[in-house]
């Protein structure tokens, strides 16, 4: 008799779980139960609707330290099913992705759509049943097999049960999960920017910064990279990937806290002295607001240039010490408040999730429960932003239809 496998959730892991295991063993009856009306809902959407499939990225131990948590979890996992599988399982598929600078990878089509398609493709390919509008409740593991309430009191029983559910943003919505004999560590939301209200440094939106550290104060928390003004406060690389670190400790402390913002990592305060010093007699009677000795967009200067409490009128050679002082300070550990945060919208994710040393990373299986496996963001993986959630959940995906494969043959 050919056994059956039931997968929750109709995202990317789900997909790849299923169009795996269906692939690998055509005599497994293959059915995905999402609760929406629609599925890969979050793939459409993503990368502002380009889909970032995957980084190119090609060393493991690199890769995984684009991980907040999850990081040794995902390490062993990639030996299984890395970035190249994804980039060749796609292309093998008639989906060729391209790489962008920063390392990015899209499909060429630059549509998420492309994406989608090909995993529709494959659905129908190996006759695996989707069924929308179907909300699971619970799960009871009974003899061998698993029974699943859903929404309506309709009871479907299955062989194998592989849970890509996705993240969950409170934690009561993991209840169903922990009935099963799971642990969860406590979701928070990761990926977002952050909010400074009315700061009159919002007044400079749209200016970037290629390089700047910022650092969480009272926290080991630092983060250098490109940054962004916003009318609402900082975004950019350097402050999504300062969410992701910090995303339990800022949570903690309800998304109030302050950074120092070093605007020139390459000075330390002595070497931004002696430049000082420099200039000084360099440009003796140039204006200190007309002249930006550091390649700053000039409006930032001039913004650190005000809070430092420097006239405008003021001549380098007249430069008094408090104020440079306070410029030296201004420019390598500038403090702000931040109240809030705002999710970014291009991608964002849920820490916490499945605890990671109940799982195999060799198979995904539950190390609870016989034949129940984790795919996707439900477990506590999560990566900082430019195709690393997406690789986690094919990686993970696939492992788990594989297994399933093997088992059920
Ligand atoms: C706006 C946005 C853009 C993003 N862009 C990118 C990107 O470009 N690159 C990248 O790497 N990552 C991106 N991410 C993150 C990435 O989308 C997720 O990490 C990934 O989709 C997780 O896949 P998943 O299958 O685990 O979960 P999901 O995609 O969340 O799928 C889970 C599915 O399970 C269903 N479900 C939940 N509970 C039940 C239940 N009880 N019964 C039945 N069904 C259920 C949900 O409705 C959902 O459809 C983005 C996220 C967002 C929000």
Same mark, same amino acid.
């Given at each position: 008799?050919?056994?059956?496998?039931?997968?929750?959730?109709?995202?990317?892991?789900?997909?790849?779980?299923?169009?795996?295991?269906?692939? #690998?063993?055509?005599?497994?009856?293959?059915?995905?139960?999402?609760?929406?009306?629609?599925? #890969?809902?979050?793939?459409?959407?993503?990368?502002?609707?380009?889909?970032?499939?995957?980084?190119? $990225?090609?060393? @493991?131990?690199?890769?995984?330290? =684009?991980?907040?948590?999850?990081?040794?979890?995902?390490?062993?996992?990639?030996?299984?099913?890395?970035?190249?599988?994804?980039?060749?399982?796609?292309?093998?598929?008639?989906?060729?992705?391209?790489?962008?600078?920063?390392?990015?990878?899209?499909?060429?089509?630059?549509?998420?759509?492309?994406?989608?398609? $090909?995993?529709?493709?494959?659905?129908?390919?190996?006759?695996?049943?989707?069924?929308?509008?179907?909300?699971?409740?619970?799960?009871?593991?009974?003899?061998?097999?698993?029974?699943? %309430?859903?929404?309506?009191?309709?009871?479907?029983?299955? *062989?194998?049960?592989?849970?890509?559910?996705?993240?969950?943003?409170?934690?009561?919505?993991? *209840?169903?999960?922990?009935?099963?004999?799971?642990?969860?560590?406590?979701?928070?939301?990761?990926?977002?920017?952050?909010? %400074?209200?009315? &700061?009159? @440094?919002?007044?400079? %939106?749209? @200016?970037?910064?290629?390089?700047?550290?910022?650092?969480?104060?009272?926290?080991?928390?630092? =983060?250098?990279?490109?940054?962004?003004?916003?009318?609402?406060?900082?975004?950019?690389?350097?402050? #999504?990937?300062?969410?992701?670190?910090? +995303?339990?400790?800022?949570?903690?402390?309800?998304?109030?806290?302050?950074?120092?913002?070093?605007?020139?990592? *390459?000075?330390?305060?002595?070497?931004?002295?002696?430049?000082?010093?420099?200039?000084?007699?360099?440009? +003796?009677?140039?204006?200190?607001?007309?002249?930006?000795?550091?390649?700053?967009?000039?409006?930032?200067?001039?913004?650190?240039?005000?809070?430092?409490?420097?006239?405008?009128?003021?001549?380098? +050679?007249? #430069?008094?010490?408090?104020?440079?002082?306070?410029?030296?300070?201004?420019?390598?550990?500038?403090?702000?408040?931040?109240?809030?945060?705002?999710?970014?919208?291009?991608?964002?994710?849920?820490?916490?999730?499945?605890?990671?040393?109940?799982?195999? &990373?060799?198979?995904?299986?539950?190390?609870?429960?016989?034949?129940?496996?984790?795919?996707?963001? @439900?477990?506590?993986?999560?990566?900082?932003?430019?195709?690393?959630?997406?690789?986690?959940?094919?990686?993970?995906?696939?492992?788990?239809?594989?297994?399933? +494969?093997?088992?059920?043959?």
């Amino acid at each position: 008799m050919s056994k059956q496998l039931i997968v929750i959730g109709g995202g990317a892991a789900g997909f790849f779980c299923a169009v795996n295991a269906a692939r #690998l063993n055509p005599r497994l009856k293959v059915i995905i139960v999402e609760k929406t009306g629609k599925v #890969l809902s979050k793939v459409k959407v993503s990368g502002g609707g380009r889909c970032n499939v995957t980084h190119a $990225c090609f060393d @493991i131990l690199e890769m995984s330290k =684009q991980y907040p948590r999850g990081g040794n979890f995902v390490k062993k996992a990639f030996h299984i099913f890395f970035t190249t599988d994804t980039i060749n399982w796609f292309e093998t598929r008639g989906v060729n992705l391209k790489k962008e600078e920063d390392g990015r990878m899209f499909p060429v089509t630059d549509s998420s759509q492309t994406i989608i398609d $090909c995993l529709l493709t494959e659905v129908k390919k190996y006759g695996i049943e989707v069924r929308t509008n179907t909300e699971v409740k619970s799960v009871k593991p009974r003899g061998e097999k698993f029974e699943l %309430m859903l929404s309506g009191g309709k009871v479907l029983v299955t *062989d194998f049960l592989c849970i890509a559910c996705g993240g969950y943003s409170k934690s009561s919505m993991f *209840d169903w999960l922990r009935e099963l004999g799971h642990t969860i560590e406590e979701p928070a939301p990761s990926l977002f920017t952050f909010n %400074m209200h009315h &700061h009159p @440094i919002t007044k400079l %939106m749209g @200016i970037s910064v290629e390089k700047v550290s910022v650092k969480i104060k009272g926290e080991k928390l630092e =983060q250098e990279g490109p940054i962004l003004i916003t009318h609402w406060g900082f975004s950019g690389p350097v402050i #999504l990937k300062l969410s992701a670190w910090g +995303a339990k400790v800022l949570k903690d402390r309800n998304w109030e806290f302050s950074i120092g913002i070093n605007w020139l990592p *390459d000075f330390n305060d002595q070497l931004l002295k002696e430049k000082f010093q420099q200039l000084r007699f360099e440009i +003796a009677t140039q204006k200190v607001f007309s002249k930006n000795p550091f390649a700053l967009p000039q409006r930032l200067w001039e913004f650190l240039l005000q809070n430092s409490g420097i006239n405008k009128e003021l001549r380098w +050679a007249d #430069l008094p010490v408090k104020e440079v002082n306070r410029l030296v300070k201004n420019l390598s550990d500038c403090e702000f408040e931040i109240k809030g945060k705002t999710t970014f919208k291009e991608e964002f994710v849920t820490a916490g999730g499945i605890k990671l040393n109940e799982i195999d &990373h060799n198979t995904m299986m539950s190390k609870k429960v016989t034949n129940l496996f984790f795919a996707g963001e @439900i477990l506590d993986v999560d990566g900082v932003t430019g195709g690393f959630n997406f690789q986690h959940a094919w990686t993970s995906g696939f492992i788990a239809g594989k297994t399933i +494969a093997e088992l059920s043959i």
